[in-house]
Structure formats: structure tokens, C-alpha cells
């Protein structure tokens, strides 16, 4: 089954995954990671070739173009992230094509343990005879969001090289970060220059997402005092063991992400690091609600004044940082975006659906800002893990998608 767009989806994709563009959250330069940078040149590049105007790489990471209108109309806005996840390997990435796929499950070369079900994964079900793309199974694929950059390149070149198509102007964007919480720089919503945007930065056929997580981030330092454990006695104030007393006081069974479904929100520990004499430990705080999620974060902040009332030799500090907001509190305000998607996801015949993202996209904290952007699907699946993959007809059928929005926001 290939389409228009499959080919040039699919080869994109393999291309951009196969550079590696993990952030670093504990990095603090701009952005986070130089091999970054190297997928945004390539994006760049590729945007003055095939003849984007205002091609811009800015001092923050991002890449920002422009495709010019046929017609007046509403500037519209289409972005992805270029950066993968820091929570699994993510360099070599070897990404794979199973063609035609046939139901079973799917096997990996460089994990003969690993294995991809229908079973496991229901969605994968229905793909039988879509073009599945892998990684080779010990790395992520990085279809988050080389999907998604996949989708805008495509439908960008499209838009260029078919001149007697009625669109308005249009605004791509690539950004660095976005997993790290630090894609939209205060500066990206006025460099972009548009009435509203989307992202392609979503899972299931026809999920358009106009609400998403709140999220806060947090960082517990546990200092200790050290001394020669041979004279420890009524001397050593051990970091380890009261940092694990922290974690233990987390509510896992009721608040921990593998035990939350839905509307639920989150506390979750990403990362301790550190030794006897200091611990830090990384956090990510996430509820849809803002009193939720100061809940939580009051919560946290009350198990560190516990554990330090046990111990007064230590010094226990939290820091919370905001990171995003639900976009739901500035989107239904003004639906105008979201029913545009809608009702171009169905002029193609796909059905809309509208489930909250238990997460955040940089659309969250552009909407935030004051651009409205609601989350697209872009087909990926698993993502963050070894077993992610994409299909190649999700990721056409997110093109069309993206080039009837253009079209129908001049109607």
C-alpha cells in the first residue's frame, strides 16, 4: 500500500534518526547538546534547497522558515522537535524498514530477545500491510519527533513545488529541547510570526490534543557529613540513607506513573546520583490541574522537612521549577485552531479524536505564551524505548493532514 508521500516520508525519517540529537537536562548551554545542531544544519540546508524563504538558524537552536501564501489568509504555524529522550540510549541509532507488515511479531538484530507484539501493543494490530519503521533494538527509533520533522519537511516541499495550491502563509519551525522541557526560548513565539501553530508531536491516527499535563520539575540535594567509616560512630550523617528515606516516603502506589492512568497526575524520580556525603535527586512533577500539581509539589516539599526534622545535622533542600502548563486553560478560550484541524482531519476522512496527552509538548508552553498550538498525531508509538516504532502510512496520512489545514484555513 504506498502512497503519494510514503517514499519521501520513509526515507526522511531513516535519515534523520540516524543522527544523534539526545538533550542533556543537566547541561546548561544552548541547547543542551551540540550533536543537536547537527540535524538542525542538515534541516536548514534542506529548507533553502528546495526553496523556503526567511531560512533561519537562531542563537536558541531553533530552525524557523517560511513557505510563502498563494492567497491572504492567516499565517499558520508547523513545528517538531529535533532532540530525542535522554532516558534511553539514543546513539547509533540503526533504524529499520519492515515492509508490508504482516501481524506477527516483529523481531529486532541486535536484541534477539526483544520482540514487538500485537499482543502487547494493540495499536500494532491494525497496521497490517503499513510499512513499520525500528530501530534495531538497542537504541530508541527517535520517531519522537523525527516523525514529526519528517510530516513538516514533506508537506513543506509540497506546498513549494505545487504552486496552484490556495494557502496562506505558513511557518515551519525545528526545536532543540523539547524533551528537557527547554524547547520554546521566550523569543521562538514572536520569531514565528503567526496567528496559531501546531505541532507535530502526537501518537494514534486522528489525536489532536488541546490538553496536556501541567509540569513542574523538581531537585532534592541531600548533604551529609562524611567521615572515615571506621569512625563514624555518632559522627557520619550518611546522604544515601536519607535520600532513600525520601523516596520511600513517596506515595509509589497511588502517585507513581506505573500506577496512573487517565486523569491522573505524577511524581516521578528520573534520576539519584551522588554518595555518602551528598545526594541529588531529579523529579518530575505532573497533574492536569494547577492545584494538583502544587499539591504535589507541597507534598514533596513536606517528606524533605520530615526527613530532615530526623536529622538535624543534615541539609536537605528542594527546588521546584515550573516547566510548562495545560494549554487547555488558553485553548478553550479559543477553539478556532483546534476545530480547524478537525474538520480538515475529517474532509480527509480520518475521525478526530481528542484524549489528554499525559505529558507536554512545546505546544503547551507556546499556547502559554500567547500562540495558540494544539498537539497533531505524527503515527508514533513507544516512543523512549526500544521498542518504538512509526508506520509510514500514519505519518502520510499526518502530511495530508497538514496540507489541508494550510489549504482550509483560507476558506
Known amino acids: 500500500m504506498t502512497g503519494q508521500f510514503d517514499a519521501e516520508l520513509e526515507a526522511r525519517l531513516v535519515r534523520y534518526c540516524a543522527v544523534d540529537t539526545q538533550s542533556d537536562a543537566a547541561s546548561p548551554s544552548v541547547p543542551s547538546t551540540a550533536c543537536q545542531l547537527d540535524l538542525s544544519r542538515m534541516l536548514k540546508a534542506e529548507l533553502e534547497e528546495i526553496g523556503a524563504q526567511d531560512v533561519v538558524l537562531t542563537e536558541y537552536g531553533a530552525v524557523i522558515a517560511t513557505i510563502p501564501g498563494t492567497v491572504e489568509g492567516p499565517t499558520v504555524g508547523f513545528l517538531a522537535h529535533v532532540d530525542t529522550a535522554p532516558q534511553?540510549?539514543?546513539?547509533?541509532?540503526?533504524?529499520?524498514?519492515?515492509?508490508?507488515?504482516?501481524?506477527?511479531?516483529?523481531?529486532?538484530?541486535?536484541?534477539?530477545?526483544?520482540?514487538?507484539?500485537?499482543?502487547?501493543f494493540p495499536y500494532l494490530a491494525g497496521k497490517v500491510g503499513h510499512d513499520i519503521v525500528t530501530a534495531s533494538g538497542t537504541t530508541l527509533l527517535g520517531a519522537d519527533d523525527k516523525a514529526g520533522i519528517s510530516i513538516v519537511m514533506t508537506a513543506a516541499r509540497h506546498l513549494l513545488s505545487t504552486p496552484g495550491l490556495r494557502h496562506g502563509p505558513v511557518?515551519?519551525?525545528?526545536?532543540?529541547?523539547?524533551?528537557?522541557?527547554?524547547?520554546?526560548?521566550?523569543d521562538l513565539p514572536k520569531d514565528l510570526a503567526c496567528d496559531f501553530a501546531y505541532t507535530f508531536d502526537g501518537g494514534d491516527?486522528?489525536?489532536?490534543?488541546y490538553e496536556s499535563f501541567s509540569a513542574?520539575?523538581?531537585?532534592?540535594?541531600?548533604?551529609?557529613?562524611?567521615?572515615?567509616?571506621?569512625?563514624?560512630?555518632?559522627?557520619?550523617?550518611?546522604?544515601?540513607?536519607l535520600a532513600s528515606k525520601i523516596v520511600s516516603m513517596l506515595p509509589h502506589a497511588t502517585m507513581a506513573p506505573e500506577n496512573t492512568a487517565d486523569r491522573d497526575g505524577f511524581l516521578h524520580v528520573t534520576q539519584m546520583s551522588g554518595d555518602a556525603d551528598r545526594m541529588e535527586i531529579t523529579l518530575i512533577l505532573r497533574d492536569f490541574e494547577r492545584d494538583g500539581l502544587a499539591a504535589k509539589g507541597a507534598m514533596l516539599q513536606s517528606i524533605c522537612e520530615a526527613v530532615q526534622a530526623t536529622e538535624p545535622r543534615a541539609r536537605i533542600t528542594c527546588e521546584i521549577t515550573p516547566q510548562y502548563r495545560n494549554m487547555r486553560y488558553w485553548l478553550e478560550e479559543d477553539m478556532t485552531p483546534v476545530d480547524l484541524a478537525r474538520d480538515s482531519a475529517r474532509a480527509i476522512g480520518i475521525t478526530p479524536i481528542s484524549v489528554p496527552i499525559r505529558g507536554g509538548t512545546d505546544g503547551s508552553r507556546l499556547t502559554e505564551l500567547g500562540l495558540p498550538t494544539p498537539n497533531l498525531f505524527c503515527g508514533m508509538q513507544n516512543v523512549h524505548g526500544p521498542l518504538e516504532w512509526v508506520s509510514v502510512q500514519d505519518m502520510a496520512q499526518a502530511t495530508r493532514l497538514m496540507l489541508e489545514i494550510a489549504q482550509r484555513a483560507v476558506r
Do not use: C, M
Not at 491516527?205 to 490534543?209: E, H, K, P, V
Not at 513542574?216 to 540513607?241: C, E, M
Open 216 to 241: 513542574d520539575g523538581a531537585k532534592v540535594v541531600v548533604q551529609g557529613v562524611s567521615i572515615h567509616p571506621g569512625w563514624a560512630t555518632g559522627k557520619l550523617v550518611n546522604a544515601t540513607t
Open 88 to 120: 534511553f540510549n539514543a546513539t547509533g541509532v540503526k533504524p529499520r524498514v519492515v515492509r508490508g507488515y504482516n501481524g506477527g511479531a516483529i523481531s529486532f538484530p541486535d536484541a534477539p530477545d526483544l520482540s514487538l507484539t500485537p499482543e502487547a
Open 205 to 209: 491516527l486522528g489525536d489532536i490534543t
Open 171 to 186: 511557518r515551519v519551525a525545528f526545536t532543540p529541547d523539547e524533551e528537557i522541557a527547554r524547547g520554546v526560548h521566550a
